[in-house]
C-alpha cells in the first residue's frame, strides 16, 4: 500500500486529472478504448469501403468489432463529412432474430460496449433505447442517429419506406435481401456491413469470399477471411488468450473435417448432398447473346404455392436448330412481391412480348390460373411435375452441357438456387421458385440426346482395351451380333449349364 502512496506522490494534480479523466473516458467509452482490439479487427473498423464482409470462425470477437464500428458511426461527427454528403439519420442493424437481438443488445450492447456513466446522457454519446413488444425496437443516440433492430425473418417490406445511411449484419444474411438492402442505401451513398460465420454456405457470398476472376462477387469490396490462427497476437504484438493448444483443444470438439473449415478456418464449405452436383456456374452460365428468331422457345410458371418463402417464377427456354443445347434466356422472380393469379399472368405476357412460343406450361396445381388464362385467350399446358424425373433432366443436361443461363441478375438468382440446393431439408423452407419453374420447362422440350450416347460409345470403346470375351458381352449390350466368336468363347458356359441340368436330375 506505501509503495502505491509512493507512485502516486510522483503524479502532479495535473497529472492526477489526466489520468482521472483517461480512465473515466476509458470506461465510459468502452466501444473506443475499453477493447484490445487484433489487427484484421482494427482494420475492418477502419474500413469505408461502401461493402464490408468478414467470415470468420466462432467466438473470436467479428461481432464486437462489428458492434463497436455501429457505435462509432453513430456517435462521431468528425467522421461523417467523409463518408456521407448529409449527416446521418437512420441505421440498420440485423440479427437471426429480435429475440437473439434482444439478448445480444442487453448482454453485449448495453454490458460492454455502449457509452456508459456521465456519457449515458452525453450531448453527443448519450443515447436511450426503445423496446416494441418486451423486444428492442431501436437505440435513438443523442447525435440524431437512429439505429433500429431488424431480423432475417421479417418481411423486406418493413424497410421498403427506409432511407438508411448505413446496414450492419450480424451472421450470414440470406442473399434475396441484398437487393433491397442496396436499394435503401443507394439515395445515401450508404455502406454495407456483414461479419458471420458461413453455416448457410450460401453460392453468392461464397462467390465473394473463396471466388477469384469472373465468378468472385463484389470485387471492390472490404474482404476477410479470420480464423482462430490470426487471433494468437493482439494488434500491439502482446499475446491473447488464443493459443495453439486451445485451438487444437476446439478442433478435437468439432465433429467433421467440415466443421473445422468452417467454424475454425471461417471458410465456405460446399457439403455432400448438392442435389444438382452437375451444375457448374463457371460453365453454364453465360455471356448473354441475340436469341435467333427461327430457334424454338418454351416458357413456364411457377405459381409459388409453397409458403412466404416459395415466390412466384417465370423461366424462357431458347433450344437450337438441332435441339441439341438449350438457352434460359430470360426469367423472374417475385422476390417479396405479393402476386395474385392475374398479376402473374399479366407479368408472363408482359416477358413473352411478341414472341412465338412452341409450349408455355405451368404449374396446373392453380385452377383459378387455368381458367383465367382460357379467358384471356392463352394456351398453356399443363407441367410434368414430377420432381424426381425433373431433376434428373436438369442433371443430365447439365453433365453434358445442353443448358445455359444468361448472366444477368435474374440469370444469377437461378444460378444461386442451383449451386447451393441441397436433397435434404424441408421443401417449404427451400429457395427453389426458379429451380421448379426450370424444371417445368426443360421436361417439357423434346431434347434430342442422341449425340450423348454417341459420346458415350466413343468413350467406352476408347477406354477399354477389350479382349474377346469382353467384346462379347459388350457386343451384348449393344445388341450387336457376332454368332461364330460367341459361339466359341461361350462355349464353356454351354457345358456349365448341361452339366447343371444333369445334377439337378441326379
Known amino acids: ?99 437473439l437481438a434482444t439478448v445480444e443488445f442487453e448482454n453485449k450492447w448495453v454490458k460492454e460496449l455502449l457509452p456508459k456513466g456521465d456519457f449515458k446522457t452525453h450531448p453527443i454519446y448519450g443515447w436511450e433505447e426503445q423496446y416494441k413488444n418486451k423486444e428492442i425496437n ?37 442473399e434475396e435481401f441484398y437487393p433491397e438492402i442496396q436499394a435503401r442505401l443507394r439515395a445515401t451513398r450508404g455502406y454495407f456491413h456483414m461479419v458471420f460465420t458461413a453455416t448457410l454456405g450460401q453460392e453468392m457470398w461464397r462467390c465473394a469470399m473463396e471466388e477469384h476472376g469472373q465468378l468472385e462477387t463484389f470485387r471492390k469490396a472490404y474482404k476477410r477471411q479470420i480464423s482462430m490462427y490470426d487471433c494468437l497476437y493482439f494488434a500491439d504484438g502482446k499475446k491473447s488468450w488464443w493459443t495453439k493448444g486451445r485451438i487444437a483443444e476446439e478442433i478435437s470438439r468439432c465433429g467433421t473435417d467440415a466443421e473445422v473449415q468452417r467454424r475454425i478456418f471461417g471458410r465456405f464449405v460446399r457439403d455432400e448432398g448438392l442435389k444438382y452436383p452437375t451444375f457448374d456456374r463457371s460453365k453454364h452460365v453465360i455471356k448473354p447473346f441475340p436469341i435467333p428468331h427461327w430457334w424454338r422457345k418454351y416458357a413456364a410458371i411457377d405459381f409459388g404455392s409453397g409458403g412466404k418463402n416459395h415466390k412466384a417464377a417465370i423461366v424462357f427456354i431458347a433450344i437450337n436448330e438441332d435441339s441439341s443445347k438449350g438457352y434460359l434466356y430470360k426469367c423472374w422472380r417475385g422476390d417479396d412481391q405479393i402476386t395474385t393469379t392475374p398479376d ?131 457386343n451384348k449390350m449393344h445388341n450387336i451380333k457376332d454368332k461364330a466368336r460367341d459361339n466359341e468363347i461361350f462355349s464353356i458356359e454351354s457345358e456349365l449349364e448341361e452339366a447343371n441340368d444333369f445334377y439337378e436330375h441326379i
Open 138 to 174: 431501436c437505440i435513438r443516440f443523442n447525435s440524431g442517429v437512429t439505429v433500429y433492430f431488424l431480423s432475417y425473418s421479417q418481411s423486406l417490406e418493413d424497410i421498403q419506406a427506409m432511407t438508411v445511411w448505413a446496414v450492419f449484419a450480424d451472421e450470414e444474411m440470406p
Open 344 to 474: 402473374i399472368l399479366n407479368k408472363f405476357i408482359e416477358m413473352r412480348d411478341r414472341e412465338n412460343l412452341a409450349a408455355q406450361y405451368y404449374d396446373w396445381a392453380n385452377v383459378d390460373f387455368s381458367i383465367l388464362s382460357q379467358r384471356a385467350g392463352e394456351c398453356f399446358i399443363k407441367a410434368d411435375k414430377n420432381n424426381e424425373t425433373g431433376t434428373q433432366v436438369l442433371n443430365t443436361l447439365f453433365k453434358n452441357d445442353m443448358l445455359f443461363i444468361f448472366d444477368d441478375m435474374d440469370g444469377w438468382k437461378l444460378a444461386n438456387e442451383l449451386a447451393g440446393m441441397y436433397i435434404d431439408g424441408n421443401k417449404r423452407q427451400k429457395k427453389d421458385d426458379l429451380i421448379d419453374a426450370t424444371r417445368y420447362c426443360a421436361h417439357g422440350i423434346p431434347w434430342d440426346f442422341s449425340k450423348i450416347m454417341i459420346r458415350i460409345d466413343e468413350i467406352v470403346e476408347k477406354a477399354m482395351n477389350l479382349n474377346d470375351r469382353d467384346q462379347i458381352i459388350y
Open 1 to 99: 500500500m506505501k509503495k502505491n502512496q509512493n507512485n502516486l506522490e510522483k503524479y502532479t494534480d495535473h497529472q492526477l486529472f489526466d489520468l482521472e479523466e483517461e480512465i473515466r473516458i476509458k470506461e465510459g467509452l468502452p466501444f473506443l478504448l475499453g477493447f484490445k482490439w487484433y489487427k484484421w479487427q482494427i482494420d475492418y473498423i477502419n474500413s469505408v469501403n461502401r461493402d464490408n464482409f468478414i467470415v470468420a470462425a466462432n467466438q473470436i470477437g467479428k461481432s464486437c468489432c462489428n458492434v463497436a464500428k455501429c457505435i462509432n458511426w453513430a456517435t462521431n461527427k468528425k467522421l461523417w463529412p467523409s463518408l456521407w454528403e448529409k449527416s446521418p439519420l437512420v441505421f440498420l442493424y440485423f440479427y437471426p432474430s429480435i429475440r
